[in-house]
């Protein structure tokens, strides 16, 4: 258990264990996710994103149980007897779920041969139960340079671009993290910290501190470095050039140059694709934003400048322009 304060004594901050950490390749799944999983089963898999309502993750559940009534008792607006109340429904809804097993399969089971959980066994001590992918696709771009370093090494400087779903939170905290800030403050690689903003989420979880940039950076410093993109409602910033710091948590070696463009989609991205009403009603907004990113000359010669080629309206590829030395990570 993890209450969001140490100052009721039971705050532990536990440290990345190699020994107990453990690793699974898709090489030691069932289908539909074994084997060489495509992208859409990968999804499947990550995107469990209430599986810490299912009680067949038994810790994740208990987990978003003890945050939640942490949170009523520590709510100084509320009267003894509500807190009482509210209390009462959350246990009501937890016996609930644990009797029935009515949202069991809001997580994906490992072991599934077919994408139907209700025709396939139940899982046994080997299974792997999979939850909401915000531990990999949250620090994406630690993942991504750490990948990238293993491959080509640390010598030579690269670019990378993020590509950032702000509509939500309206913020850039995914990307603060990488950086040397106010959150990260008495914390160094290995610890675990609260994240903020998106990352978050329903999951109320302490997660690997990620900054990987030993840089300084504030949200006023990185708002100020957004520009438009023109007929979108995209913003594109360029930050100055970053350099790592060790942080063995995601792998990431220390001492590389990385140049970093950020595009802030702004607009509402639906991730709850589920039932033909729901993809009807979704559909052509989404559309519209593929064909408006796709579509934009400005978004176009903005990134061919950040990546050192030649932009052209014809849409024929440029050639590079050597400006730019190093390698190119694209990262969404």
Not at 122 to 147: C, E, H, L
Request: aromatic share 10%; net charge negative.
């Amino acid at each position: 258990m993890y209450p969001p304060i140490e100052s009721d004594g039971l705050y532990v901050t536990p440290k990345l264990d190699k020994d107990t950490a453990t690793f699974l390749s898709p090489q030691d799944m069932s289908p539909p996710f074994g084997g060489l999983p495509t992208a859409a089963q990968i999804s499947t898999a990550s995107s469990s994103d209430v599986g810490y309502i299912s009680e067949e993750v038994a810790s994740y559940f208990a987990q978003f149980v003890s945050v939640v009534n942490f949170g009523i008792e520590s709510d100084r607006s509320l009267m003894a007897e509500k807190k009482v109340e509210l209390k009462t429904v959350v246990r009501n809804a937890q016996d609930l779920l644990w009797s029935t097993g009515l949202l069991a399969n809001a997580a994906t089971m490992g072991g599934w041969t077919k994408p139907n959980p209700a025709t396939m066994p139940p899982a046994d001590a080997k299974s792997y139960w999979f939850t909401d992918g915000g531990y990999t696709d949250g620090p994406a771009v630690a993942n991504a340079i750490a990948r990238y370093q293993q491959t080509h090494g640390t010598s030579q400087p690269f670019k990378l671009i993020i590509c950032n779903h702000n509509y939500w939170t309206n913020n850039n905290n995914n990307v603060l993290g990488y950086f040397n800030f106010s959150g990260n403050q008495g914390k160094s690689p290995g610890d675990f910290i609260w994240p903020m903003g998106v990352g978050e989420g329903p999951q109320y979880n302490p997660q690997m501190m990620k900054q990987i940039f030993k840089e300084e950076m504030s949200a006023e410093m990185l708002n100020a470095l957004f520009e438009s993109v023109k007929g979108t409602n995209l913003t594109m910033a360029v930050l100055p050039v970053a350099t790592t710091i060790d942080n063995e948590s995601f792998g990431v070696q220390a001492g590389q140059s990385v140049s970093i463009a950020i595009i802030n989609l702004n607009s509402n991205i639906t991730t709850f694709v589920i039932t033909e009403l729901v993809i009807k009603a979704e559909t052509p907004g989404l559309v519209s934003l593929a064909e408006t990113i796709a579509s934009s000359q400005d978004l176009m010669d903005r990134v061919a400048a950040f990546v050192g080629i030649s932009g052209s309206k014809s849409g024929k590829r440029g050639k590079p322009s050597g400006s730019t030395p190093g390698k190119n990570v694209f990262d969404g």
